[in-house]
């Protein structure tokens, strides 16, 4: 685990409302290690496109997991510049004023180029850490990858060098006449995330409970 | 409200796990609808680049919320191509092999070129449905933008006809002969988002109560 500070470039650089900028390199792996799914954007045919792609970070490492025939990962695998976006939205800001009505939230976003990963161990390594992200404790449970769904799995790595944090958070940003007027009521409603009870699958004969590490996860995500 | 079928173009046609493509355009509105934030795709300088922004639809129009300083407004409201997805995680598919791990989701894509809203009833009209679906009820309760306000906000209005919704739900998706073996627990841990308990603002010094508008958002979102 690299504890080198995040250098943004000219494009990673955060232009406006510069306090929200965190540099801190714990500031990054913290919002990617509490979001689910990124969005991945990449030019095909001069025009973007971003798609939603489950992902996984391992120390300074970003995966990302996809079929074979998906059209998103085989762009970026060419080597093609990509961009990653994790977004996590923690409550709406009611202000004042409409103007400053606005998210907490807390945005990762990742510049540069992915690698597909050929090596066998390595690409297991990267599904391994692809699962722990997805469903922790999965992996050494349910079956393991055969060699046909291996090689119908694309896993593309990128090093998380170029990269920046964007952070919201407390009550409103209102304008001190507004404050001074105290016309009316302002606050945050705060956004949460919560995993529900198992749903098992209908065809199921045994196994009617659900295996620890599923039932721990229930609750705040 | 139209009611065209979406007509999906080569790139916004779903390549793979086409029974995930959902085409009527009512299910496009749903998606658009339920979320509330969108990541904003665009080219700069030839690489990818992809930001969380504030949306809204109304009718068949697409708003994206920004600051004239954000370089991804200025950028989309060029006339350049963009690119917008909009996606709702609902939990996480815990199937019997690895391979089949996944996710319940909803998203959409939106492709096309945005335009600057620059008539100032316009631009009302679409700070309002912008307001109407990040707070709900505050737009004629907060104080309405003043003229420089207004001048600080970038509205950018998309038509929603180059889109395309993909929607996962149900039960795992495994293979025959793991579902016979019935060898571990399959199922779904449903991922759900809930507004909590309105945050008061310290600065207030009337108004300890949240209004209505904000109370009676508690709960599932």
Redesign the interface.
Same mark, same amino acid.
């Given at each position: 685990m690299t504890t080198t500070p995040l250098s943004p470039t000219a !494009?990673s650089r955060i232009? !406006?409302v510069k306090e929200r900028a965190v540099t801190e390199r714990a500031a990054l792996y913290a919002v990617l290690d509490a979001g689910? #799914?990124c +969005?991945? %954007?990449?030019?095909?045919?001069?025009?973007? #496109?971003?798609?939603?792609t $489950?992902y996984a970070r391992d120390g300074n490492t970003l995966y990302l997991h996809g079929?074979t025939?998906?059209?998103s990962l085989r762009n970026a695998a060419e080597g093609a510049?990509?961009? #990653?976006?994790v /977004?996590l939205?923690d409550? @709406?800001i009611? *202000?004042?004023?409409?103007?400053h009505?606005s998210?907490n939230?807390r945005?990762a976003?990742i +510049?540069g180029q992915a690698r597909l990963i050929v090596d066998r161990q390595a690409k297991l390594d990267a599904?391994r850490a692809l699962?722990e992200h997805? &469903?922790p404790g999965? =992996?050494g449970?349910? !079956?393991?990858?055969?060699a046909k769904?291996l090689a &119908? /799995?694309a896993v593309l790595a990128m090093d998380l060098t170029e990269a920046a944090v964007k952070i919201r958070s407390g009550?409103?940003a209102?304008e001190d006449y507004?404050?001074e007027a105290? *016309?009316?009521?302002?606050?945050?409603?705060?956004?949460?995330?919560? =995993? $529900? %009870?198992?749903?098992?699958?209908?065809?199921? !004969? *045994? +196994?009617d409970?659900?295996?620890e590490h @599923?039932k721990a996860? #229930?609750g705040p &995500?």
């Open positions: !494009r232009n !406006r689910l #799914v +969005h991945l %954007a990449y030019v095909h045919d001069g025009a973007p #496109v971003v798609l939603p $489950g079929s025939g998906a059209r510049e990509v961009c #990653v976006n /977004t939205v409550g @709406v009611y *202000a004042r004023s409409m103007f009505h998210m939230y945005s976003v +510049h599904l699962a997805l &469903a999965s =992996w449970y349910a !079956r393991e990858p055969n769904e &119908a /799995t009550p409103p209102d507004d404050v105290d *016309a009316v009521w302002a606050g945050v409603l705060p956004l949460r995330q919560e =995993w $529900g %009870a198992p749903e098992p699958c209908p065809l199921l !004969r *045994a +196994h409970e659900a295996p @599923v996860r #229930v &995500a």
